[in-house]
């Protein structure tokens, strides 16, 4: 074997080759895909961060993005065209207004130790609201705390960024932009939300969830 034709086996495809596998890579996955991971798959010698920032910039102005979700990438339908996909989307289950609300006191306060959401909420928070939390895979436990007792914290998880189309949760909106929107002032719509289950902790003191920002 030449000299030359030793040399081929170990050059990287070009980066427009690169961009291919990438772009065939996340159109498969149903989920994000780690730049780590995307380096493991491709042949050796190929940068998949720049292939993702060539495709990334390619895709600007389509009708569907390549889009950062925590540390990992994915190719996702342009916010502004979300209205056209309604019709495919199903609602599998609704969550209560306990898990709504300890779902937000998650986000914006992570990591936070079940005591404190209690605290920011109000009342008690059922196992049954934590545990369809963490099966639908939107908040998972995070480091304990250096305090008595060791208290296990929650964060939001990548599903849960991915889901609500942001990169991280510091992209969550501001409390103005929320009171602006209303979502402050009123309960959620009745129809996103079910009645508690006997036994699930209720609604009560949603109207003191954010109380500490209150001036």
């Known amino acids: 074997m030449s000299d030359d034709n030793t040399q081929s086996l170990f050059e990287a495809p070009a980066l427009s080759e690169q961009e291919r596998m990438v772009e065939a890579v996340l159109f498969a996955s149903p989920n994000p895909v780690s730049v780590a991971d995307l380096n ?65 006191i998650v986000a914006y306060h992570q990591p936070v130790t079940r005591a404190e959401i209690e605290e920011i909420r109000g009342v008690s928070v059922s196992r049954g609201t934590i545990d369809q939390l963490l099966e639908m895979e939107w908040i998972r436990l995070g480091r304990r705390r250096m305090t008595p007792g060791r208290p296990v914290t929650f964060v939001v998880t990548q599903g849960f960024l991915d889901h609500f189309a ?39 003191g949603q109207d003191d969830m954010f109380d500490q920002d209150k001036t």
């Not at 050796?44 to 569907?64: E, I, M, P, S, T």
């Not at 990169?167 to 002032?185: H, Q, S």
Request: aromatic share 2%; net charge negative.
């Open 166 to 204: 942001l990169e991280t949760a510091r992209d969550l909106p501001g409390l103005k932009e929320l009171r602006a929107a209303g979502l402050l002032e009123n309960r959620p719509a009745p129809d996103l939300v079910r009645d508690p289950e006997p036994g699930e902790d209720d609604d009560t």
């Open 40 to 104: 493991a798959r491709m042949p050796h010698g190929c940068d998949a961060a720049v292939a993702l920032d060539q495709l990334r910039n390619r895709y600007v102005g389509r009708g569907v993005q390549v889009v950062k979700v925590g540390d990992a990438w994915a190719i996702r339908t342009a916010p502004d065209l979300g209205f056209l996909m309604q019709k495919e989307t199903v609602e599998l289950r609704k969550l209560s207004r306990a898990a709504i609300e300890t779902l937000a």
